[in-house]
Each structure stands twice: as structure tokens, then as C-alpha cells.
């Protein structure tokens, strides 16, 4: 079965310190994940994808497979970046996405 | 950039009767839309996949025929709730897939409220 688990509900950070979002998921073949973000009253938009490998307003992401994870990190955060996150799978050859918990992102001054 | 809209943002509906939700792929063509629903604090659970030209597919314990899908044309696919119930109070997200760069892209959603 397909599962992603996000462990935080809420995560608080003060600007300027790293941040980690976790993200861990349960797939039998090799899934495509996948991280969006919600800011308040905006709808959900895409931050990135494991296959792009890239860096979305200082956003990383490494899938690692042997530990089945997808943590979104940032090395310096910004007030701004307080939204909710959520991860999402997709399975081999499918586009349906499967979304975890989902997490509150603050970043405090 | 790919806009996906939906229609109305919001609806108060009388129990028992049914309600029409409509998702616009705007400056794209979509063969492919979804439809999520999200309860308050929890996250997108995927109601249906809805197909061109094609019978939607629906996920394990959503009722097809309470929620009825259309996608009558590649940038318009549209979600009726029959008969509705309070239970049936929720958010109503619809995502449509850009061919072209593969992506998902969302609408602002829908706030249905069953009295």
C-alpha cells in the first residue's frame, strides 16, 4: 500500500535557524515524491520534485531510498516561508497523488 | 503558468439536494483531472481521477454514484454531489495534469456546507 508520513503536525523555527520538514513514505516499486506548499489563503502549488534535484526558494529535497524518506530542508529560514507543507507520492506510471499529514511551517522573527 | 479554477468557491446547500462544482483548466488543455476532498485539519484524500471523454475512476469507498463526474471537454471537468448531507460538508480540491511538464496543478477549492 501506498503511504506517506509526515511525523510533525506543527514545526516552529526562528528566522535564520535550519529547518527540516520529515517525510517518509511506503511503496513497494520506485515512486516519484513530491513536495508542495500551501501559504495562507493560496491554493496548494508545487515546491518541487525528486527527479528536477533542484533548489526551489533555497529548498532542497534527497529521496533516499534505504531509509524510504523525502525530507524537505533549508539551511537559513525565512519568515516567509510559514506555510503548510505537505508531501505526496506518486507510483511508477501513475499521476494520482497520495499526500501525507501534512505540516504547519512558522517561522518566527 | 498553468491556473486551474474552480466554481463556486463556496456553496450552503439544503439537505437532499445537489450540488454542481465545476474545475477550468484555463490556459491549458487537460486530459486528465482529480478530484480531492480535504476535511478540516486533515489532508487531500483522492476522491476520483476524471478521464476525457471517459468514465472516471474512483477510489476504494468513495460512492460513484453520490458523486458524479463529467469531463466533457479538455478543460472543464465538473464534480456533482447528489443528495447531499451534512456528512458530506467538506472542501472540495480539483488538480488538473499540464502535459507538458507532467505537473499537477490545483484550484483554490471549493467550500461546500450541507445544512
Same mark, same amino acid.
Given at each position: 500500500a501506498q503511504r506517506v508520513t509526515q511525523p510533525e503536525k506543527l514545526l516552529s523555527v526562528f528566522k535564520g535557524a535550519p529547518v527540516e520538514l520529515k517525510c517518509n513514505y511506503s511503496y513497494s516499486g520506485s515512486p516519484e515524491l513530491f513536495w508542495y506548499v500551501q501559504y495562507s489563503r493560496q491554493r496548494l502549488q508545487l515546491l518541487?520534485?525528486?527527479?528536477?534535484r533542484e533548489s526551489i526558494k533555497g529548498f532542497t529535497a534527497d529521496l533516499n531510498k534505504g531509509e524510504t524518506s523525502f525530507h524537505l530542508k533549508k539551511p537559513f529560514a525565512q519568515e516567509e516561508d510559514s506555510a503548510m507543507y505537505y508531501c505526496a507520492l506518486s507510483g511508477q506510471g501513475a499521476q494520482k497523488l497520495v499526500f501525507g499529514q501534512g505540516t504547519r511551517l512558522t517561522i518566527n522573527p | 503558468g498553468a491556473v486551474v479554477s474552480q466554481h463556486p468557491s463556496w456553496v450552503i446547500c439544503k439537505s437532499g439536494t445537489s450540488v454542481k462544482i465545476e474545475c477550468r483548466s484555463l490556459d491549458f488543455q487537460a486530459t486528465t483531472m482529480f478530484w480531492y476532498r480535504q476535511f478540516p485539519k486533515q489532508s487531500l484524500m483522492l476522491m476520483a481521477t476524471s478521464n476525457e471523454g471517459s468514465k472516471a475512476t474512483y477510489e476504494q469507498g468513495v460512492e460513484k454514484d453520490k458523486f458524479l463526474i463529467n469531463h466533457?471537454?479538455? %478543460?472543464l471537468s465538473t464534480l456533482t454531489v447528489t443528495?447531499?448531507?451534512?456528512?458530506?460538508s467538506s472542501f472540495y480540491i480539483c488538480s488538473a495534469i499540464?502535459?507538458? %511538464?507532467?505537473t499537477q496543478y490545483f484550484g483554490p477549492g471549493t467550500r461546500l456546507t450541507v445544512l
Open positions: 518541487l520534485r525528486h527527479i528536477s | 466533457a471537454s479538455l %478543460t443528495s447531499a448531507h451534512p456528512e458530506d499540464q502535459g507538458r %511538464t507532467d
